[in-house]
T-cell receptor, first 113, second 115 residues
Framework: GNSVTQMEGPVTLSEEAFLTINCTYT??????LFWYVQYPGEGLQLLLK?????DKGSNKGFEATYRKETTSFHLEKGSVQVSDSAVYFC????????????FGKGTTLSVSS | EAGVAQSPRYKIIEKRQSVAFWCNPI?????LYWYQQILGQGPKLLIQ????????DSQLPKDRFSAERLKGVDSTLKIQPAKLEDSAVYLC?????????????FGPGTRLLVL
């Protein structure tokens, strides 16, 4: 079946460090891929998305590239800030069996100054 | 543009009691989703509506959970009777149309604690 696997957290970094959160997926067909972020006390917000192979999604300094050959969609940021502290979820959607999002378990990022 | 509204934000009940959650999607959004997010896990779909019809309820525990979307706008999710394992955050999301590329917008969620 369709599934998403994220690296285990928590990830603890100092301000201005480089961030990578790994995400791999299993899916039939050609899914769309998403990163959502959940700040403390807030709801899920779309961070970025990519809808076909080799697409790069980007927002707020975060980037992720849809790699079909490695079935991956790793999230990266060159210089994290304290305000980036949140839980990050990788997710996919396919056109098969409905259009609901299938999420990974989430990765908690904590950035200290 | 107003976002997805949910109420209540928090609810504490005893096991075997009933509870209901309400969701008002973004205006004009035809597709509405209810997700369950257990602590430490990602959200999992409970039910998906397209207008007032059910598209997917394969993961809804129908012996205790029910949901409706009368008139294709607001939706209500009910649990009766609640079990301890129902403690979770219940998220409502909506999208303009159904489609793999469409963005889903999430509400703030209702945090349920069953004692």
């Amino acid at each position: 079946g369709n599934s998403v696997t994220q690296m285990e957290g928590p990830v603890t970094l100092s301000e201005e460090a480089f961030l990578t959160i790994n995400c791999t997926y299993t899916a039939t067909g050609y899914p769309s891929l998403f990163w959502y972020v959940q700040y403390p006390g807030e709801g899920l917000q779309l961070l970025l998305k990519a809808t076909k192979a080799d697409d790069k999604g980007s927002n707020k300094g975060f980037e992720a590239t849809y790699r079909k050959e490695t079935t991956s969609f790793h999230l990266e940021k060159g210089s994290v800030q304290v305000s980036d502290s949140a839980v990050y979820f990788c997710a996919l959607r396919t056109n098969q069996a409905g259009t609901a999002l299938i999420f990974g378990k989430g990765t908690t990022l904590s950035v200290s100054s | 543009e107003a976002g997805v509204a949910q109420s209540p934000r928090y609810k504490i009940i005893e096991k075997r009691q009933s509870v209901a959650f309400w969701c008002n999607p973004i205006s004009g959004h035809a597709t509405l989703y209810w997700y369950q997010q257990i602590l430490g896990q990602g959200p999992k779909l409970l039910i998906q509506f397209q207008n007032n019809g059910v598209v997917d309820d394969s993961q809804l525990p129908k012996d205790r959970f029910s949901a409706e979307r009368l008139k294709g706008v607001d939706s209500t999710l009910k649990i009766q009777p609640a079990k301890l394992e129902d403690s979770a955050v219940y998220l409502c999301a909506s999208s303009l149309v159904a489609g793999a590329k469409e963005t889903q917008y999430f509400g703030p969620g209702t945090r349920l604690l069953v004692l």
